[in-house]
């Protein structure tokens, strides 16, 4: 039987485990991503504007805790590379609203499809079906604690 200060230790050193594991897994994400030259500010740009659509550079620059200036540069890089497009705001003409490409759209398709193709014939290769449901389960506990 264990006491309470053991439990809670024993959940710190978990807590100190998973948060390694999932940076490593995160970096061999990226891996598999083949961003390219692109760099880690200007692919969290390209993953908001996916998940919440177009925006503002203002806007990105809050969301992505930016200074403006730097939020510039990295909107002109994404321009310059044809990954982002700029619209007059219809309510503002002063703004302009940013949006992705067709273009790069497909790309961050192609990337996720690699990611999720990696990470399946992984599970496939390393796994037993026994421990493939185990991981099943995992997931859902880790839904959980993401909420």
Same mark, same amino acid.
């Given at each position: 039987?264990?006491t +309470?200060?053991?439990?809670h230790e024993?959940?710190?050193? !978990?807590?100190?485990?998973?948060?390694?594991?999932?940076? @490593?897994?995160?970096?061999?994400l990226?891996?598999?991503?083949?961003l390219?030259?692109?760099s880690?500010?200007?692919?969290?740009?390209?993953?908001? !504007?996916?998940?919440?659509?177009?925006?503002t550079?203002?806007s !990105?620059?809050?969301?992505?805790?930016? @200074? +403006?200036?730097?939020?510039?540069?990295?909107?002109?890089?994404?321009?310059?590379?044809?990954?982002?497009?700029?619209?007059?705001?219809?309510?503002?003409?002063?703004q302009?609203i940013?949006?992705?490409?067709?273009?790069c759209?497909?790309?961050?398709?192609?990337?996720r499809?690699?990611?999720?193709?990696?990470?399946?014939?992984t599970?496939?290769?390393r796994?037993?079906p026994?421990?493939v449901?185990? !991981?099943?389960?995992?997931?859902?506990?880790?839904? @959980?604690?993401?909420?």
């Open positions: 039987m264990t +309470p200060q053991e439990d024993h959940v710190l050193q !978990l807590a100190g485990e998973l948060r390694i594991l999932i940076g @490593r897994l995160r970096r061999r990226r891996e598999e991503a083949h390219g030259d692109v880690m500010s200007q692919a969290s740009v390209l993953s908001r !504007l996916e998940r919440d659509g177009p925006a550079a203002s !990105l620059a809050r969301a992505e805790g930016m @200074r +403006p200036q730097s939020m510039a540069a990295t909107v002109q890089a994404l321009t310059d590379a044809q990954m982002v497009t700029g619209a007059p705001d219809p309510l503002d003409g002063r302009t940013l949006s992705l490409t067709d273009s759209r497909a790309w961050i398709a192609a990337s499809a690699a990611r999720e193709d990696w990470l399946a014939r599970i496939e290769t796994y037993t026994a421990e449901g185990e !991981l099943d389960k995992a997931v859902a506990l880790l839904q @959980r604690l993401a909420q």
